[in-house]
């Protein structure tokens, strides 16, 4: 007797990746989600704050019985987003890389795991980038999984995949959607009996002009790790008069998050209640940045005068009353609307 077939989702907790599976799982076919972390979507950096007891993926995991697997490759993602083989999209979304990535993040636990083939919830023409045949093909061979992929809500605008070829899944029992409009989807949605449909969003924070202006940023000052892009989504930044980077927390869960760095840079931080920043500097401050980012946190600290301690590596290096920088300097020191350059 042949073995039930088992399949790996790539799932991102959206409409289409729900509906994808559920299409597949309803012929039979065993299905686990692979959600792929990059550190740059929103319900990540609540997770990374501590502020978020569950997340939109695991929700819809749970809404449809779907085993969920999370991988996080955010360790290395920094590098994709430095120098994308196939470049940008609107901001400094990776989109074609970052696929290229889901999927050889997903070959592997097929072939670690003993899975047959990989489901994803695209769609033909939902994304000029990196939807369109042409791209899907090349994301495919770039991956190392060409023809292994089933796209249940476009299949049949696709060449048959391995799996449809070999009598898997039935390719008539999948659908033809193309384009950016969700009327088929929601129709689908309601066909299937889901309670909860999630609306459609962003959620790649790459795609926000805010966080493309911090990243590109960095870039123009050659500075770019792990570390620096853990800090992107965090707080506000700003850089001082010497070039150095300064990031003051908008909450407590972002106070907290910066104090974990204060062994590599330095921690300002307010010996009463208020805002906290880092420096993102590795010698010593001078006096004049001592000052402006001490002028920041007060700002910061309803706008009053606060005693501030500079801290590195544990030591509290000594305090400072810190006076609430004027509007003008703050619009000054703070990032330019646009600081991209091409790199």
């Known amino acids: 007797m042949e073995s039930k077939k088992r399949a790996v989702a790539l799932f991102s907790g959206g409409l289409d990746s729900i509906l994808a599976v559920k299409l597949v799982q ?5 299905v686990v989600g692979l959600h792929v972390k990059t550190g740059f979507h929103s319900h990540e950096v609540k997770e990374k704050l501590g502020i978020a007891e569950t997340t ?9 019985n779907l085993p969920l697997v999370e991988v996080d490759t955010s360790d290395t993602y920094h590098e994709i987003i430095r120098a994308p083989k196939y470049g940008y999209g609107k901001n400094v979304n990776p989109c074609i890389d970052c696929k290229i990535r889901f999927l050889k993040t997903a070959k592997e636990f097929m072939e670690k795991e003993g899975f047959h083939f990989i489901v994803t919830g695209e769609v033909v023409n ?5 939807q369109n045949l042409p791209t899907l093909r090349l994301i495919e061979k770039e991956a190392g999984v060409q023809g292994w992929v089933v796209r249940p809500l476009s299949a049949k605008l696709l060449p048959p995949s391995i799996p449809e070829l070999k009598g898997w899944i039935d390719r008539e029992k999948l659908l033809d959607i193309s384009g950016r409009g969700r009327n088929r989807q929601l129709e689908l949605a309601k066909r299937l009996g889901l309670r909860k449909i999630p609306q459609p969003s962003g959620g790649c924070l790459l795609t926000m002009e805010e966080i493309a202006n911090r990243i590109f940023d960095h870039f123009n000052y050659g500075e770019w790790n792990e570390k620096i892009a853990q800090l992107i989504p965090i707080g506000r930044h700003f850089r001082l008069p010497t070039g150095a980077k300064v990031i003051v ?3 407590r869960e972002e106070g907290m998050f910066l104090r974990k760095y204060q062994n590599e840079w330095y921690l300002f931080k307010p010996t009463s209640k208020g805002a906290t920043a880092l420096l993102l500097k590795e010698t010593p401050p001078s006096e004049e940045e001592v000052k402006l980012v001490a002028a920041l946190v007060a700002r910061y600290s309803k706008n009053q005068p606060r005693e501030v301690e500079v801290i590195h590596k544990g030591q509290t290096l000594r305090k400072i ?23």
């Open 26 to 30: 309803e012929q039979g076919i065993e």
């Open 56 to 64: 939109p993926v695991k929700e819809a995991a749970q809404e449809i």
């Open 126 to 130: 939902q994304r000029p980038m990196s």
């Open 249 to 251: 927390a908008r909450n």
């Open 321 to 343: 009353i810190g006076e609430p920088l004027g509007e003008e300097f703050i619009r000054q020191l703070r990032l330019k609307d646009t600081v991209r350059k091409e790199v």
